[in-house]
């Protein structure tokens, strides 16, 4: 009940300030005090992602966004999103918990491998941060970007990763490596080819983040994937963590050791049928949207992502009794190869 | 996987027999020719009958699959490969020469020497296809497979050769990565033509990497459209709806939209409803499209419905949709059974389409008999290249190819005398 609450006061608030979102609701005929048990979350009307693509719309004004943040874009678009210091603060808790929760906190200095963008001020791709921020949750040794800013821009450099994993490997301190599950896979993979293998130091942990997407074309499972980390690296599953989130739903989700997702309090999660949008049942596939009360800056309450997914309430072996999200992929991956759609890119010139 | 000399060899050993493949070339071109289109012919029709019999379905199907084509087109279009198909397709193609143009001239049709095929991922432009339309004029084929390519061109053109062995010195297939160009520049400047697929950006790159010379034979991009007038019947707009569900709208001839003679957007909307109604039922009869396609279209759509078009009219359902629009203008639809209808009078044909020039392809012209031959004359001056009724895709041997005969384009005539 304290969600729901806390969504009909965040409802209200976007409801009131920010004109866009009064219109969506009143033309669907909702109103924020419609809001009052948990069955009326399914009716709450929902922001697809791509609307946030099209749009870029905020509930207060810009001077009070103190992080300006795009999402990674895969698609071309990217969201526009802003965050203000009360939300911004909520979100650090929400970090501080959760990483405590699966004990990711550590005294330990490390060396920090990320996978992922070295931050820049040209660069407001929100995982650069995340991960940046990620190096806090130990003290930070050293830190070695999977794609180095330039003179030209982003170069991949995972030659220099590979290198540093061989040097890191031979001293003391754990290594925390960070970043998208394609990155890390390709080096394991090249590793493997050049015959290399290293046993990181005890404390040691890999995590991934920013999704499996990238992996369509490889079709990596999980568990190959596993195989490969404790091969290559010496790292066993128990040290393997996996983060999921979006820009337009900053909310922390960290697997559990049976690696499900589980909701984590501040977030619900409604699968809807492809079709006609109406909520599907435990275990049926659909559409991820994801509702939280987190975040006052912008309308992003109930969002719709392009992400298909099942929620599952069978009992985990990990002890947590929230459901949990198994993400499958996004939505229309394959409409790269149409040949149609290659002439309207022309005529659109 | 690369092909060289009638041998599968791992890519990594790409670079080793590249050297070398400019000389062996040279020495194939030669030697009296040993390449004849019935040698091809039979290959091909030996291959047919094994591809019919099910024999490399475990092949072919994940490429259907991902490019959401269905098992009966591609049988239609297997068939294209059999004996009848192909001698019929060199007879339309080739044709006959007039051997002698004058006392003592003779003329004959020669192949253009070495082509090198540039292929796209999809099914319309199967990379084998393109090669052996090269080996019916009698050329020597470079191919470069496209990204992702799941090794089905290979196996194919390897068994052809198994068919075939004097065609062992005329099919190389390479596996270079589209920034290679380096290696795809050596192989334009051997090459006497550059056959290209895909989208202009591909048919750019071809024309930046070919000598002024090197003659470009692109097929490129296109889009298709049906046109009706206000006298379409049902049983006319049910055959347009199945075609719109067995080619899920992404082939070149796949029909995107309706345009309507009509400046009545009553009758517009009318049309649109009872073509929805039939989309619907020839969606439900032939199984639904792709989830995650459906998904997408899905939230699209509730996204524009967020954003209130202005003069937009939406009927959607099942995954399927048909947005009635304001504008007269070409344009790709969301795909995977969703379709717009515009208004266009025919009056607005010519001046409307003719911009979209070498963009256009087929349109499926549902009308009376008697309207018919005046609008075909529109359409055509406007730059379409096919007239079909609903059925846009239909597969026909001996068909021209956006407009031109491929086997034409891959020969050159040669006078003597």
């Known amino acids: 009940m304290l969600f729901v609450k806390a969504m009909q006061e965040n409802c209200l608030y976007q409801y009131e300030n920010c004109p866009e979102y009064a219109r969506i609701l009143d033309e669907k005929g909702f109103h924020p005090k419609d809001l009052q048990t948990s069955q009326d979350l399914e009716r709450l009307p929902f922001i697809p992602t791509l609307y946030f693509k099209r749009h870029a719309i905020f509930s207060m004004p810009g001077e009070r966004l103190l992080i300006k943040a795009t999402s990674s874009g895969t698609s071309g678009k990217m969201s526009r999103m802003g965050f203000n210091a009360a939300s911004l603060y909520r979100g650090f808790r929400m970090v501080c918990r959760v990483g405590k929760y699966h004990k990711l906190f550590s005294l330990r200095p490390s060396h920090y491998l990320i996978f992922g963008y070295e931050p820049h001020s040209s660069n407001k791709i929100v995982f650069s941060k995340t991960a940046y921020g990620f190096t806090y949750f130990a003290p930070a040794l050293s830190r070695s970007y999977a794609l180095k800013y330039t003179r030209d821009g982003y170069q991949v450099d995972l030659e220099g990763l590979k290198e540093k994993l061989i040097k890191y490997s031979k001293g003391k301190a754990p290594v925390r490596t960070i970043g998208f599950p394609a990155y890390t896979y390709f080096l394991l993979k090249q590793m493997k080819e050049e015959g290399i293998k290293v046993s990181l130091p005890k404390g040691s942990v890999l995590t991934l983040g920013g999704g499996w997407k990238q992996f369509y074309a490889e079709e990596v499972s999980k568990k190959a994937f596993y195989d490969l980390v404790k091969e290559i690296l010496g790292i066993d599953q128990e040290h393997i963590f996996e983060f999921f989130g979006a820009v337009e739903h900053p909310i922390l989700y960290t697997d559990c050791r049976c690696h499900h997702f589980h909701v984590p309090v501040y977030s619900r999660v409604i699968i809807r049928d492809v079709d006609n949008l109406q909520p599907v049942e435990a275990g049926k596939p659909g559409l991820v949207n994801l509702l939280t009360p987190m975040v006052d800056s912008v309308p992003i309450l109930s969002i719709m992502t392009d992400d298909l997914g099942i929620l599952h309430k069978e009992s985990c072996g990990c002890g947590v009794t929230s459901p949990w999200l198994e993400i499958l992929g996004r939505v229309g991956i394959k409409d790269i190869i149409t040949c149609a759609a290659g002439a309207e890119a022309v005529l659109k010139e | ?417």
């Open chain 2, 1 to 417: 996987m690369i092909l060289m000399h009638g041998e599968i060899i791992s890519s990594e050993m790409e670079s080793k027999y590249l050297t070398g493949l400019y000389e062996d070339c040279i020495r194939t071109l030669a030697r009296p020719g040993t390449v004849t289109a019935e040698k091809v012919i039979n290959a091909c029709d030996a291959l047919y009958r094994r591809v019919k019999s099910g024999e490399f379905d475990a092949l072919i199907m994940p490429v259907l699959q991902m490019s959401d084509i269905s098992y009966e087109r591609f049988a239609d279009m297997a068939r294209l490969f059999s004996k009848e198909e192909l001698e019929y397709k060199c007879k339309m193609e080739l044709g006959e020469l007039t051997e002698t143009l004058k006392s003592g001239i003779r003329r004959k049709r020669y192949p253009l020497g070495i082509l090198f095929h540039i292929a796209a991922g999809n099914v319309d432009g199967l990379p084998a296809y393109s090669v052996i339309e090269g080996l019916l004029a009698g050329n020597i084929n470079i191919l470069k497979l496209p990204a992702g390519d799941n090794g089905l061109s290979v196996r194919l053109l390897w068994e052809l050769v198994q068919c075939e062995p004097d065609l062992k010195d005329y099919i190389y297939v390479f596996d270079v990565p589209s920034a290679d160009v380096g290696t795809l520049k050596a192989f334009a400047r051997m090459a006497d033509g550059i056959v290209v697929w895909g989208g202009d950006e591909a048919v750019k790159a071809a024309r930046e990497m070919a000598d002024v010379t090197t003659k470009i034979i692109a097929w490129g991009h296109k889009l298709s459209f049906a046109y009706v007038t206000e006298s379409v019947t049902d049983a006319q707009l049910e055959v347009l709806a199945r075609h719109v569900c067995t080619t899920n709208q992404v082939l070149c001839s796949s029909c995107q939209g309706i345009f309507v003679d009509t400046e009545d957007r009553e009758v517009l909307e009318e049309i649109g409803r009872r073509f929805f109604a039939l989309l619907q039922k020839a969606n439900r009869e032939m199984g639904r499209a792709d989830m995650g396609m459906r998904g997408k279209n899905t939230i699209r759509l509730y996204t524009d419905m967020l954003e209130k078009p202005a003069g937009q009219t939406f009927f959607s359902a099942d995954g399927v949709s048909v947005i009635v629009k304001e504008d007269n203008e070409l344009e790709l639809s969301y795909l995977f059974r969703n379709v717009w209808v515009k208004a266009l009078s025919r009056e607005q044909i010519v001046p409307v389409l003719k911009k979209h020039k070498n963009h256009l392809q087929t349109c499926g012209l549902l009308c009376k008999d008697e309207e018919r031959e005046v609008l075909e004359d529109k359409l055509i001056r406007a730059g379409v290249v096919r007239l079909t009724d609903g059925n846009m895709s239909r597969t026909v041997a001996g068909e021209a190819h956006d407009g031109t005969y491929p086997l034409a384009e891959y020969s050159r005539i040669v006078e003597i005398g």
